[in-house]
Structures are given as C-alpha cells and as structure tokens.
C-alpha cells in the first residue's frame, strides 16, 4: 500500500467495515477495505478501512457526524 494512506476505522466485523467505506465513498472519498481476517475459521482478524490522507479531516467529520466510532 502506498505511504499516503491512513487507517480511520478497524472492526472485526466485515459488513460494518462494509458500510463505513460505502459512507464514505457516498463522497467521493477515496476508500480501501483490507480484509484481515482468518480465511479458514472467519472468527480471527480485522477488517481495517482505509483512506487517503488527505481526506482524513472530511472523512472523521463525516464518521463523527454518522455516530462511527473512528
């Protein structure tokens, strides 16, 4: 991954991980999901969210604004 991004959100539950990027790209943030959970047993890991880092001010505005806990 490049220098430039910044971890905004962890949860170890993929479809909250899910929602939070597509809130977030709803403006035109750019997002990405790193999916690090245990393929085998799918109990293990987190789901980290990821953005630019020069969108990280909008992006914790739009987060604290939703109730998400950054």
Do not use: C
């Not at 790193?34 to 880092?53: C, L, P, W």
């Not at 969108?55 to 806990?69: P, R």
């Amino acid at each position: 991954m490049e220098p430039n991004w910044v971890k905004i959100f962890t949860s170890a539950n993929f479809f909250q991980s899910e929602l939070v990027k597509q809130l977030l790209a709803q403006h035109e943030i750019e997002v990405v999901l790193m999916n690090k959970r245990d393929s085998a047993h799918n109990t293990f890991g987190q789901v980290e969210v990821y953005i630019h880092q020069s969108a990280f001010s909008q992006a914790i505005e739009i987060l604290v604004l939703n109730d998400i806990n950054p």
